[in-house]
């Protein structure tokens, strides 16, 4: 039998602690060796991009394969949303797929739980600091969810070119994390933040790193190709620059891969992959005033932890439909 999950489903049993605890130790097992993460691979279509994003973590037991396309004219031609994903969870032993689940909800939870756990190592650790969140959209909640879970947070600022996307993210946000969030005006006051996030679909630099205070911890989720970035070079310079993984970011992240590209800064600039300060052979923050920033493009070995988290909490609670394929 196949256990089948819908959204509401995979979101009504998904809480971001259980997942930020899953994908910490999906990141140990890639540091340790004994994950299994092939670069996803990339088919297009005349229509969009179909991505197939497989893993194994030998510790965990756990095997799964995300399905995820990206197609522009969705929502206009067929009425779908833009991006859709579907993840296959098969059982080790055997092989066989024992789940099929919607991946929307899964990747943006699974998104956000990587930035939770890297500003668990990288962030300052005094109370009431100030999150600012750039972007008001899907990945956004997600990231102010799970920073707010790393740290005891005083207040969040959200800046996004879109005033209803605002206006939407701070009625959906500020009850579900019991936080005052305040629309910021500019880029600029979201200097004011303590732990920034950029979450946007921008292809270019979002804000001026040169303005960016000492001491303050950056998650880039946003752009992943090679010619995309939300950072400018002047904060990935002044920051220590951690990655999901050093493959991922010279393959995919044009915050790091454009300004080494240019000659602006070296490859070793980048300092170490999450895995790395987990399992505490790299120190993370040194000391207040340094600028930390992760980059994050997005790995299987996420969807596969939190999947494996989502079957097991569904069986449990005898939750979606069991089907004969
Ligand atoms: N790192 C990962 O694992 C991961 C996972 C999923 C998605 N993503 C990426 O995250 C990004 C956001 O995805 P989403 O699903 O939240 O998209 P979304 O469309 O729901 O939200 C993006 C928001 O960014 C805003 N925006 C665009 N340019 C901006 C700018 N210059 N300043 C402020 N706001 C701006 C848009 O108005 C929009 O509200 C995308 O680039 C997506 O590919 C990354």
Redesign the pocket.
């Known amino acids: 039998m196949t256990l089948i999950l819908n959204r509401s489903e995979v979101a009504s049993i998904l809480n971001m602690k259980d997942c930020m605890t899953v994908v910490e130790q999906a990141f140990r097992e890639l540091a340790e060796g004994t994950a299994v993460l092939p670069l996803r691979t990339a088919i297009t279509p005349p229509e969009g991009i179909s991505l197939y994003m497989p893993a194994y973590l030998k510790q965990m037991g756990a095997l799964a394969c995300k399905v995820v396309t ?1 197609y522009k004219n969705n929502p206009v031609k067929h009425n779908l949303p ?2 859709i994903g579907k993840v296959l969870l098969q059982d080790p032993e055997t092989g066989n797929v024992i789940c099929i689940m919607d991946g929307g909800y899964l ?2 939870v ?2 956000g739980a ?1 930035s939770g756990v890297a500003t668990r190592y990288l962030a300052r650790k005094d109370n009431g600091q100030i999150a600012g969140i ?7 909640r997600m990231q102010l969810w799970a920073v707010s879970e790393a740290r005891k947070l005083s207040k969040a600022y959200v ?4 005033e209803e ?1 605002v206006k939407k993210f701070i009625e959906e946000m500020g009850p579900k994390l019991d936080l005052e969030i305040i629309a910021a005006s500019s ?1 600029d006051e979201m200097m004011k933040a303590d732990i920034l996030v950029t ?4 292809a ?1 630099p ?1 804000f001026d790193g040169n303005k960016v205070r000492e001491g303050s911890h950056i998650n880039g ?4 190709s090679p010619g995309a970035r939300e950072l400018d070079t002047a904060i990935v310079k002044r920051s220590k620059f951690v990655g999901d993984s050093y493959e991922a970011c010279f393959k995919e992240a044009g915050d790091i891969m454009i300004p080494v590209n240019a000659g602006e800064i070296p490859k070793e600039h980048f300092y170490a992959e999450l895995g790395e300060l987990i399992t505490g052979k790299k120190p993370g923050r040194l000391h207040n005033s340094e600028i930390t920033l992760f980059k ?4 299987a070995i ?1 969807d596969t932890a939190t999947a494996k988290l989502v079957y097991e909490k569904a069986v449990a609670a005898d939750i979606g439909m069991n089907v004969e394929i």
């Open positions: 990206v833009t991006t990747t943006a699974r998104t990587a750039f972007g008001a959209g899907v990945q956004a800046y996004d070119v879109s996307a880029a979450a946007t679909s921008s270019s979002i989720i946003g752009s992943h994050s493009n997005g790995l996420q």
